[in-house]
């Protein structure tokens, strides 16, 4: 049974860079999935930061801009993703998820964690 | 790309029926069919229960379904238990390789 766990630091201090893991337990991060970060500001809906294909392609939100990057580590079956400059706005529960592309959709969940930027 | 557009609640009764519409554009609802739909029990992480429209995954009861007119999605509860009291958020492909979700839709099983 795949499980995902985002790890990283809870705070982060405004117009610095959040970073964050997600390690794969499971299932082989290289075997044909996609696999995406999306974010849930407190009390707020869903939103798609980005994903990172099997292929290494990467894709993301176009609000977003030249933010954020994502890579994988497949000797640690980890991905991750960085978002530099980051602002209160950017407070929000931060989900790693799989993300199957043939018939898209998000179809297995970290736990989340949550990621305050503050001062 | 702007959110999609749900209803921000829906109510039945147990053993009721609730449709949540799911309203986009032809970049993304209306010009694809990967619809997928999520509910969301306060506190955890979202559960997929819909995806390419109508599909359901392995374990999601058959009370979920889906469907999609033009540029409007539905997820339709049917048989509302208890436990179907939840966020709903619909998302969808749109162009060039994004993804988009709704708004989100509180169900309150009265």
């Known amino acids: 049974q795949v499980q995902l766990q985002e790890s990283g630091p809870g705070l982060v201090k405004p117009s610095e860079t959040l970073s964050l893991t997600c390690t794969v337990s499971g299932y082989s991060i290289t075997d044909g999935y996609s696999w995406a970060w999306i974010r849930q500001p407190p009390g707020k809906g869903l939103e798609w930061i980005g994903s990172?294909?099997?292929?290494?392609?990467?894709y993301h939100n176009p609000s977003l801009r030249s933010r954020v990057t994502m890579s994988v580590d497949t000797s640690k079956n980890q991905f991750s993703m960085r978002l530099t400059s980051v602002t209160a706005a950017d407070t929000a529960i931060y989900y790693c998820v799989r993300h199957p592309t043939v018939e898209p959709s998000f179809d297995c969940w970290g736990q989340g964690t949550l990621v305050t930027v503050s001062s | 790309q702007s959110a999609l557009t749900q209803p921000p609640s829906a109510s039945g009764s147990p053993g009721q029926s609730v449709t949540i519409s799911c309203t986009g554009t032809?970049?993304?609802?209306?010009?694809?069919?990967?619809v997928s739909w999520y509910q969301q029990h306060p506190g955890k992480a979202p559960k997929l229960i819909i995806y390419?429209?109508?599909e359901r995954p392995s374990g999601v009861p058959d009370r979920f379904s889906g469907s999609k007119s033009g540029n409007t999605a539905s997820l339709t509860v049917s048989g509302l238990q208890s436990e179907d009291e939840a966020d709903y958020y619909c998302?969808?492909?749109?162009?060039?390789?994004?993804?988009?979700f709704g708004t989100g839709t509180k169900v309150t099983v009265l």
């Open positions: 998302s969808s492909y749109a162009d060039s390789n994004n993804y988009v």
């Open positions: 390419a429209v109508s």
């Open positions: 990172i294909y099997h292929t290494g392609n990467t």
């Open positions: 032809s970049s993304d609802v209306g010009g694809y069919n990967f």
